[in-house]
């Protein structure tokens, strides 16, 4: 199982957040691709593949198909409770928008005024940081434009772990019933257990900003 985690983890750190201007659904902005281009370089033909068509050759490599799931958990700046109730599903709508601008799909969201949790499947093109980077620069600039009278930030890290196919009803289960989860358990608790059974080492030093 890959894990990833952006703040305070070991294996992987994730980059601070740009500003960035938001776009989303309520603006309708144009699907953006921040993926860096690649060019293909054929290998030669091996010995004794001249008899192939050439269209054989391009058939074979035309399709790439994947199901890249991950849990994806981040808070907000210092655990603040900034997620209130007249901005929480304008929030969770915005970041469907952009997720769907980069090519990926949210298929569930959910989370707690500090923090929220996401099951998003990505396309092969595009990298989890990249994807992390639009999702918090473009929704917090959104919020603060939105709702003037409060200032909004994402933590600077996040926690991301891999899903299987078999395990998805049981990750939307999860973030759906935040609030039963919660019940007497903080963020904070709840990431601890999270990196712990993902075998994900940390130093609590690093872990909160």
């Known amino acids: 199982m890959s894990i990833f985690f952006g703040s305070g983890c070991q294996r992987i750190l994730a980059p601070k957040e740009p500003h960035r201007i938001a776009r989303g659904w309520r ?4 699907r953006r691709d921040v993926s860096p281009g690649y060019k293909i ?21 035309a399709s ?11 808070s907000t700046k210092s655990r603040l409770p900034l997620i209130t109730g ?6 969770y709508r915005y ?19 500090d923090h929220v949790h996401l ?4 396309p092969a093109r595009e990298s989890l940081s990249n994807l992390l980077r639009a999702i918090k620069s473009d929704s917090s600039g959104w919020i603060n434009r939105e709702w003037r009278d409060q200032r909004f930030a994402w933590q600077s890290g ?15 289960h999860y973030i759906r019933t935040q609030e039963e989860h919660h019940r007497g358990r903080s963020f904070e608790d709840e990431l601890r257990v999270l990196l712990q059974h993902h075998e994900v080492e940390f130093d609590e030093r690093y872990l909160w900003d």
């Open 95 to 113: 970041i469907g928008g952009i997720l769907r601008n980069q090519g990926g799909k949210l298929l569930e969201i959910g989370g707690m005024p």
């Open 86 to 91: 007249d901005i929480q599903e304008d929030l």
């Open 27 to 30: 603006q309708g902005a144009q």
């Open 41 to 61: 370089l054929k290998n030669p033909r091996p010995e004794g593949a001249e008899s192939l068509p050439r269209e054989h050759d391009e058939q074979s490599m």
């Open 158 to 172: 996040y926690g991301a772990f891999t899903v299987s196919q078999s395990q998805v009803d049981r990750v939307r």
């Open 119 to 122: 099951l998003v499947r990505l």
């Open 64 to 74: 790439t198909l994947t199901n890249l799931l991950f849990h994806i958990v981040f």
